[in-house]
C-alpha cells in the first residue's frame, strides 16, 4: 500500500498543528507559499535515499538492495534502519545533541516531506525520533512540512533539489557536508540527473559557479584515482575514509591550470601525481600540504617532465603491486601500501632528490655553500691522496674506482666550462 498523506490528513490519520511555513524558494504554480506544519506519525515516513550528506554511505551500499526506496509499508522498517545506521555513523554527537533537545524541549525545528512520506529535510531529527519512540515505547510524531511534489517528475526533482539546498546551506547553524559528499551531490545534481546546470546550483547554495566547477572535476579525477589503486570508480568511501578529498580538490586545480587542454602530458602527470599522493598517504602528514608543494615545485616548473621520466620505471612496479588485488576499503589500502615499501621508497627518493636540486638554486646563500660544500670535498680528497677520512684504496671494487675516476672527469670538465662562463660575467 503506497502512502499518501494528503489524504490520510483528510481521513484524519495526520493533524495540522496550526503553524503554517512560507517556504524558502519560489515554486512555480502554488497558489499560495504559505504551507501547513502536520504532525506526522513515524510510521508513514522513510528517508531519501539521495540525500546529499549520505552519499558515500548510499553508493557503497548500492548493490543492497534494501536501500532502495519502499514502495509501500512493509519494506519501510528494513530499509529506514539501514539508512539510520548511516546517520548514526555520519555525525555520532550531532545526533546525540539533537536526541537531547528533543527529549527536552520537543522538536523545535519542522521538517519537510513529500505526499509519499519520503523525507526532504529532517534526517537527523527523524532519527532522534525513532530512537526515543523505541527507547520511552511512547508514539512519537514528526512536525513536517507536507511538499506537493512528485519526486518521480523531473521538473519536480528540480524544485526539490532547490528546496533542499535552500534549507541546508542558506541557513544558519547547520552542520556543514562532509567535502566529498557535497561533491558528490553537485556531480549527482548536475551530470548525472541533470535537474540543474551548474549556475542553478551556484545560485541556490551560495557557491560560485568555479566552485562547482571544480567540485565535477574532482569527482571526475577521483574515478581516476579509484581506478589507478585498483578499486572501483564509485568506491568514494575509500576517499572518505583516508581523506582524500581535499588533496585530490587541490590537485584537480593545479592539473587543470597546467594542462587546460589535456593531453598526453596531462595524463603523464596525472599518473605521477596519483603515485606522489600514495606515498604522502603512506608516510603520513598533512597530504593537502604535501601535494600543494609537489605541485606548486615540481609540476608547475620545468622539471615536471624530467621527473615524470626518472618516475615511470618506479611507477610501473607500484601499479604493478596495486593491481595483484583489487582495493576494497581504506584499511586495504593502507595495508597495501605498507607492503609497497621498495616501490614508496624509490619514490621518495627521486622526489627528495629533486626537491634537493630546487631547493638550491633558490636563493644566493643555498648556491653559494652548494659550491663551497663541493670545494671542501674535493680539497680533503687531495689532501688525503684521493680519498676522504680514514677510507682506504682496498675498501673499494675495481668498478666502484673506475666510477670515481670518471666522475672526476666529468667535474674537471664541468668546471672548465663554468669557468669560462664566470669569466665573462666580471
Known amino acids: 500500500m503506497k502512502i499518501d498523506l494528503i489524504k490520510l490528513e483528510n481521513e484524519g490519520d495526520i493533524a495540522v498543528t496550526g503553524e503554517k511555513v512560507e517556504l524558502p524558494i519560489h515554486v512555480p504554480n502554488l497558489a499560495n507559499n504559505l504551507l501547513d506544519v502536520y504532525n506526522i506519525p513515524l510510521k508513514y515516513l522513510y528517508y531519501n535515499n539521495e540525500n546529499g550528506r549520505i552519499s558515500t554511505q548510499v553508493i557503497q551500499g548500492s548493490g543492497d538492495d534494501s536501500l532502495t526506496a519502499p514502495q509501500d509499508l512493509i519494506d519501510k522498517d528494513k530499509y529506514n534502519e539501514k539508512i539510520a545506521q548511516f546517520i548514526r555513523e555520519d555525525n555520532p554527537k550531532a545526533l546525540k545533541d539533537t536526541k537531547k533537545s528533543i527529549k527536552r524541549k520537543g522538536q523545535q525545528v519542522y521538517g519537510y516531506v513529500l505526499s509519499d512520506g519520503r523525507i526532504i529535510d529532517g534526517n537527523r531529527r527523524f532519527t532522534a525520533l525513532r530512537e526515543l519512540e523505541e527507547e520511552t515505547q511512547i508514539t512519537q510524531v514528526f512536525k513536517a512540512v507536507v511538499l506537493p511534489f512528485d519526486y518521480q517528475a523531473k521538473a519536480h526533482r528540480t524544485q526539490i533539489k532547490k528546496l533542499e539546498l535552500a ?3 542558506g541557513l544558519e547553524e547547520r552542520l556543514p557536508y562532509d567535502p566529498i559528499d557535497l561533491a558528490l551531490d553537485i556531480y549527482r545534481t548536475v551530470e548525472i540527473d541533470e535537474t540543474m546546470t551548474e549556475k542553478e546550483y551556484s545560485l541556490e547554495a551560495n557557491m560560485k559557479v568555479k566552485e562547482v566547477k571544480t567540485k565535477i572535476e574532482t569527482i571526475k579525477l577521483i574515478h581516476n ?57 603512506a608516510v603520513g602528514g598533512d597530504t593537502v600540504r604535501d601535494m600543494r608543494e609537489y605541485s606548486n615545485k615540481i609540476m608547475k616548473s620545468p622539471v615536471n617532465d624530467p621527473f615524470n621520466e626518472a618516475m615511470e620505471d618506479t611507477i610501473d612496479d607500484f601499479r604493478d603491486r ?44 643555498n648556491f653559494m655553500k652548494e659550491i663551497q660544500n663541493i670545494q ?51
Do not use: W
Not at 587546460?260 to 602527470?269: C, F, H, L
Not at 595495508?335 to 616501490?343: F, G, I
Open 167 to 169: 534549507i541546508q546551506m
Open 225 to 281: 584515482f579509484l581506478l589507478f589503486i585498483n578499486a572501483p570508480k564509485d568506491a568514494y568511501h575509500i576517499i572518505k575514509g583516508i581523506k582524500l578529498y581535499l588533496p585530490i580538490e587541490e590537485l584537480a586545480k593545479k592539473l587543470n591550470k597546467s594542462f587546460p587542454d589535456k593531453g598526453p602530458k596531462y595524463e603523464q602527470t596525472k599518473i605521477t601525481a596519483f603515485t606522489m599522493l600514495s606515498k604522502f598517504v
Open 322 to 365: 596495486l593491481e595483484e588485488e583489487p582495493t576494497v576499503s581504506a584499511g586495504q589500502f593502507k595495508q597495501k601500501l605498507d607492503k609497497c615499501t621498495d616501490e614508496i621508497r624509490g619514490v621518495t627518493e627521486e622526489y627528495t632528490k629533486t626537491i634537493l636540486k630546487l631547493n638550491r638554486g633558490e636563493n644566493v646563500e
Open 376 to 426: 671542501e670535498v674535493l680539497a680533503d680528497m687531495e689532501h688525503n691522496g684521493g680519498l676522504t677520512g680514514r677510507l682506504k684504496y682496498s675498501d673499494f671494487s675495481a668498478s666502484q674506482l673506475k666510477t670515481i675516476h670518471d666522475q672526476l672527469i666529468k667535474i674537471q670538465l664541468s668546471s672548465r666550462q663554468l669557468i669560462g662562463v664566470f669569466d665573462d660575467e666580471f
